[in-house]
Structure formats: structure tokens, C-alpha cells
């Protein structure tokens, strides 16, 4: 090691105690279980039900309820002290109000929920407990949690609990209790891509993220069209409040995120006035409850926003030709006098032709009003102070791709060819693919956002952006195209179907898996791909553990806009110390804790794993060879220990 550094180091821990003592510390700790990790897919805003599967470990806390209580207390009352660690407040609320709150209840409902993070705190140092509590219940939980005198303990237990009830703080210690287990319950969260668009409230579980203890995301492509939207590309702003449009969310961009919508109603409603624009009405999932909008207006607002849009992809794709997507310009190929469009020599009359904005000798240039329109709406997202924080959290914790305890996690695919090979995708002059690929795709997203305004390649990053959301070879999208155009103007079913890359029927394959594996440094016998962004339609047989137990696919729906094709409501894929498993979740109904996920066991692991069989241990174990050499150093005299205070 070299000296500098153990001097360095030296300042941590100067005396050879210090250095002895947290060697003793760290190999503790790697000899604990290790803590179990949550993988979660394409949540597409739907914060209620994912805040649910947060509380309830999906379905984890449900379990240890059970194995604590299963022959002492009765269903019914498991299924209320279930709601009661998932909805503290919430449960307090509805029992004060009943006149329920007695202090008998109080009393049961610590000594129950001690009882209960007993259990999940168990493969925890007493130090990390500590620091998910909060700093005035500290003392009091670190000494109901540790009672190791057995013939005082029910006395001693008592004795707590009465004086928390007799100095009236009993509904707060509930409360930190109740979220103490929440927090014990889940040690690592994986977001494996798509948190926003199509459901109500991403902003909600941004929030929620931004303060959850340890997590990472994989993004997905509505992430980085979010992301592009936040940097200023201005397809992807238009991207953003399209989708908003579709779906009649409008909650999340005033009240998440104080997002101008008064512009473009107002343009809307002046350009679009005499038009009904059928086609334009939204796909009502959820509805607003801050910002309630007419429904014909959203319609005109949807089809101005969607003219724009079309526009400005066809800019892009005139200004790239490297990305070979010239083809996809439709807009620019309308015949307008007519109202058609002719595709591989085949002509087709367009759903909508009326285009008030639309120069026909020009089609991709905007009209002053949607050029005014988009400078306001720029202005807006370069401006909120939310989006902004959560567009950073997402760099600073996100990733193309992760490499974490033997699995291999990204949200769409590696694109492949019909060969198997894997595709190259031209990237500001040079040609990249599989691992190299996405490594470039993630130094491309953190200069869009992190390079100054004047830096050269932001704008050609920036514009890149909008491939990753929708191009052929983006490894986030995987189609061949994003039928936009065809889905709105073209009444053909044909010409709305999107081609999978090949990927995904290779992958299928063991040997692909281990070859992409092996790519990423993966020991190919132990290590799983774990993926999102395909809906695994249950309901058709298919089934999201592929290739043999090596390809995990774990969107299963979280989003109502797929439930109906997937035949469930998402799945949660949890790898604790002895083994992997899936939840598959129902239909999320708000207070109904019973909807516990069916938990199915896919891979049991030959011993208990222990922090040693982890990356921390890794770390861990570097840290303590690194301790042990300025021992060696103090006790060589290479280096003084100094006096302590």
C-alpha cells in the first residue's frame, strides 16, 4: 500500500485500538446473512401500488407476521397488524376515531411489533438498526430489542411500554416502529427501468426513491425521454407531454412538477377550435384530482402536441442521417393535397387531415405560434426546481446497465442480429456494441446533462437522447420502429406492429445468456440477466423465468395500461440470503392487504449466503487488508499512532 495513503488513512484511525477495533467490526459484519435485494420493473407512475409493495416488502413483512404470530393470533387480526406497519398513521387515524385507541391497544401493538422487528432485525449489527431509527427513540428501541435477561424480560418489557403510554408519546414510537420494519425489511432496491409516463404520479415515487437508503436504477427509454425533456431536447419535451395527453395526466406536470399547461391550452383552443379531433381523445386510467381538464380540450391539446412532436422527430432525423432512420419521417412524406400517404408503393388516406400549422411545401418547420409554444414549454421544464433534482437523482444513482452479486441487470436488451451477433449502433463517428455499447450510451447520457451549455458534444448528446427513447438499435426500446404516425393516421393494422429485436428470441437460449455473461464479467454458472420493458403475458402461458433460470423478465405489469394483457399486476423479484424468488402481484386496491403477492420459489441457494458472498464483502475485505497494513505500519514504527484526546 502505498504511504501516502496509510497516512491518509492514518487520520481515521490513529492508534493501533482504533485500527484493531474496526478490523473486528467489519469482519462482524461479513460474517452476517446477507441482506435481501428487491428488483422492480417499469412502475410507469403507478405510485400506489408500488409505495404498497414498498411497505409490505411485497408481501415479505406479510410472512413474517405469519411465522411470528401464525398460532397465537387469528387471520383476521394478522391481516389489521398487517395494515397497521404498512398505514400507521393512517391506522391510528381510523381507530382514534372509532374511540379504539385505548392504552390496552397501544400496549399490544408495541409489544407485537417488537416482536416483529425481532425478526427482520435479526441479521443486522445492533449499529445499523440504530440508524434507521429515529434519534428520540433510539435508547428506548435499542434496549426492548436486546433484553438478554430472560427472567426479567416480560417485567422489563413492561415496564418500557407503560411509560411510553404514560408519557403520551406511544402513537409516534407505533409509528417509528411500524417504519423501522418497512425500512429492516428491504436492505437494496433495484429500479430496472421505465418509473415514469402512462400512470399518475412518477414524481410520488421519485420522491420516494430519493429517500429510500439504498438504491439504483437501470433506466428505462421513458426515463431518458424525461431526462432529454429536463436537458432542453425539445422532441422529448413534446415526447413527454404527449404521453401526459394520452393518458389524461396532467397531476403530475403542474402539481409533481409545476409544468406551464396553461400555453398550451390556450394554443390549442385558438388553433384547433372548430376541430373535434376524435382521435385525440386520452386513455382515461386514472383521474386528475389537482388539475381536472375538459375533456375536448385535452383532446385539442393531445392532437397540437402530437403535430409538434411529429415535426421535431423529423428535424432530428433529417439532421442524423448516420442513425438510418430517414425512412421514419413520415410526416415530411405526407401528400397533403389530398390527405394520403403512400408507403412501400402503397397508398394509404390519412384518419385526420386537417393541419392548420402545417406548411405543406415545409411540413417540419413549426408555425410562430407552436415555435412560441415550445420556447415557453422549454423555459418550463429548464426551470423546475423538482424535475431538476429528480432528473440528478436519477444520473447520479442510474445506469445503463449494473453489475451487482452475480447478476446482470438492464431494462431492455443488447440488440442482436438476425445471426446473433450483436448490432452495432454509430455513435459520433465510431461503431459500438454489446458492453461497449451501452458504456458509450452512458457517457452520452451524463454529458447531456452535466457538460456545460457550450460544450460541442451536449447538443449532439442531447439529440441522441430521442434515438435512445425510440430508435431501431437503442438498446431501451429494442423494435424496429415506434409506429407513432401509423397508430394515429393509418386505419391498418399491419402497419401498427413493432418488431422485437432479435434479441429476445436469442436470449431464450442458455448459451446466449452465458455469452452475455461472460461479456460483462459474470461468472456464467452462478450469475441471472435480469430485465424489463417486455410485458410477460401470464395470461398466455408465458412465463418470466426464461433460458433455463438464467433470464429473468420482471415486467409484469405494475402499469393498468398492461394489465389486461399480462393478466397481473407486476412482479417483484427478491434474492435474499437463501434464495431467489418472484412475487406476482394482483390488481392493487388501496387499504386491502390481503392482495399478498403468491411468492414462488425459483432458485435455492446450495448454502446461506453471508455479506462475505457479496460485492460489500468484497469491499469489505479490501478495507480490512487495507487496515491490516497500517497496523502492520504502526507497529513497525513506519508510521506514529497518535495521542489520543
Excluded at 441482506?35 to 413474517?64: C, N, P, Q, R, W
Excluded at 427513540?137 to 433484553?147: C, K
Excluded at 416480560?154 to 403510554?165: A, C, K, M, R
Excluded at 446461506?608 to 504502526?634: C, F, M, P, V
Aim: hydrophobic share 40%; proline share 3%; net charge negative.
Amino acid at each position: 500500500m502505498d504511504l501516502k495513503y496509510r497516512k491518509l488513512l492514518a487520520k481515521e484511525y490513529p492508534t493501533v485500538g482504533s485500527v484493531a477495533s474496526e478490523i473486528v467490526n467489519l469482519s462482524a459484519i461479513r460474517s452476517l446473512p446477507k441482506g435481501t435485494e428487491y428488483f422492480f420493473s417499469d412502475l410507469h407512475g403507478e405510485y400506489d401500488a408500488f409505495l404498497h409493495m414498498l411497505k409490505s416488502a411485497s408481501g415479505v413483512i406479510k410472512k413474517k407476521i405469519d411465522l411470528v404470530f401464525e398460532t397465537t393470533v387469528s387471520d383476521e387480526e394478522r391481516e389489521q397488524f398487517a395494515n397497521l406497519i404498512y398505514y400507521p398513521e393512517k391506522e391510528i387515524k381510523l381507530l382514534s376515531d372509532r374511540d379504539l385507541l385505548t392504552d390496552e391497544w397501544k400496549r399490544l401493538a408495541i409489544y407485537r411489533l417488537i416482536l416483529v422487528c425481532e425478526a427482520v432485525s435479526a441479521k443486522y449489527t445492533r449499529s445499523r438498526v440504530r440508524k434507521c431509527v429515529p434519534k428520540d427513540f433510539v435508547y428506548i428501541l435499542d434496549e426492548l430489542l436486546n433484553v438478554t435477561d430472560d427472567v426479567n424480560k416480560d417485567f422489563y418489557y413492561d415496564e418500557i411500554i407503560n411509560t411510553i403510554i404514560d408519557t403520551e408519546v406511544a402513537e409516534e414510537f407505533i409509528v417509528a416502529l411500524c417504519k423501522l420494519i418497512q425500512s429492516l425489511a428491504i436492505d437494496r432496491l433495484h429500479i430496472i427501468g421505465d418509473i415514469y409516463d402512462r400512470g399518475p404520479r412518477a414524481d410520488i415515487i421519485m420522491d420516494e426513491l430519493t429517500a429510500m437508503h439504498d438504491v439504483d436504477v437501470q433506466w428505462g427509454n421513458h426515463d431518458i425521454s424525461w431526462i432529454g425533456a429536463a436537458s432542453g431536447n425539445r422532441a422529448l419535451i413534446a415526447n413527454v407531454r404527449w404521453i401526459s395527453m394520452r393518458y389524461n395526466n396532467f397531476d403530475i406536470l403542474e402539481d409533481g412538477y409545476g409544468l406551464n399547461l396553461r400555453a398550451l391550452a390556450v394554443f390549442a383552443g385558438e388553433t384547433y377550435k372548430d376541430d373535434p379531433c376524435r382521435l385525440f381523445y386520452p386513455n382515461t386510467l386514472d383521474d386528475n384530482i389537482y388539475d381536472t381538464v375538459d375533456t375536448e380540450l385535452v383532446a385539442k391539446m393531445h392532437k397540437a402536441i402530437t403535430v409538434i412532436q411529429l415535426k421535431l422527430e423529423g428535424q432530428l432525423i433529417e439532421r442524423h442521417p448516420e442513425w438510418d432512420m430517414q425512412h421514419r419521417s413520415l410526416f415530411s412524406k405526407v401528400d397533403f393535397s389530398d390527405g394520403t400517404l403512400t408507403l412501400d408503393e402503397n397508398t394509404y388516406p390519412l384518419r385526420d387531415t386537417y393541419f392548420p400549422t402545417v406548411d405543406p411545401e415545409n411540413p417540419l418547420i413549426l408555425s410562430d405560434g407552436e415555435r412560441d409554444l415550445m420556447t415557453v414549454l422549454e423555459n418550463s421544464f429548464l426551470h423546475s426546481a423538482k424535475l431538476q433534482e429528480h432528473v440528478k437523482f436519477l444520473l447520479v444513482k442510474g445506469s445503463m446497465y449494473l453489475v451487482c452479486n452475480n447478476n446482470l441487470l438492464f431494462h431492455g436488451c443488447i440488440p442482436m442480429d438476425k445471426n446473433g451477433d450483436f448490432q452495432s449502433v454509430c455513435i459520433n463517428g465510431g461503431s459500438y456494441s454489446g458492453k461497449e455499447l451501452l458504456d458509450k450510451l452512458d457517457e452520452i447520457v451524463n454529458r447531456v446533462y452535466f457538460l456545460s451549455e457550450d460544450a460541442a458534444e451536449k447538443e449532439y448528446a442531447c439529440d441522441f437522447l430521442w434515438y435512445l427513447w425510440c430508435g431501431p438499435r437503442s438498446p431501451l426500446y429494442g423494435k424496429d420502429k415506434m409506429a407513432f404516425f401509423e397508430r394515429y393516421y393509418i386505419d391498418d393494422a399491419r402497419l401498427h406492429r413493432e418488431q422485437y429485436n432479435e434479441y429476445y428470441v436469442f436470449s431464450e437460449n442458455i448459451g446466449v445468456c452465458k455469452k452475455i455473461l461472460n461479456m460483462f464479467g459474470i461468472d456464467e454458472n452462478k450469475g441471472h440477466i435480469i430485465n424489463g420493458h417486455v410485458p410477460v403475458k401470464i395470461k398466455n402461458g408465458e412465463s418470466p423465468v426464461k433460458a433455463g433460470g438464467k433470464l429473468f423478465v420482471i415486467d409484469g405489469g405494475i402499469s393498468k395500461a398492461y394489465q389486461k394483457t399480462t393478466g397481473i399486476a407486476g412482479y417483484t423479484l427478491i434474492y435474499d440470503s437463501h434464495s431467489l424468488s418472484l412475487a406476482e402481484h394482483k390488481p392493487f386496491i388501496a387499504g386491502k392487504s390481503e392482495h399478498t403477492p403468491k411468492v414462488h420459489l425459483v432458485e435455492k441457494l446450495e448454502r446461506r449466503a453471508n455479506i462475505s458472498d457479496t460485492d460489500k464483502g468484497a469491499e469489505l475485505l479490501d478495507q480490512i487488508n487495507d487496515l491490516k497494513e497500517l497496523l502492520k505500519a504502526y507497529r513497525s514504527g513506519e508510521i506514529k499512532e497518535q495521542a489520543e484526546n
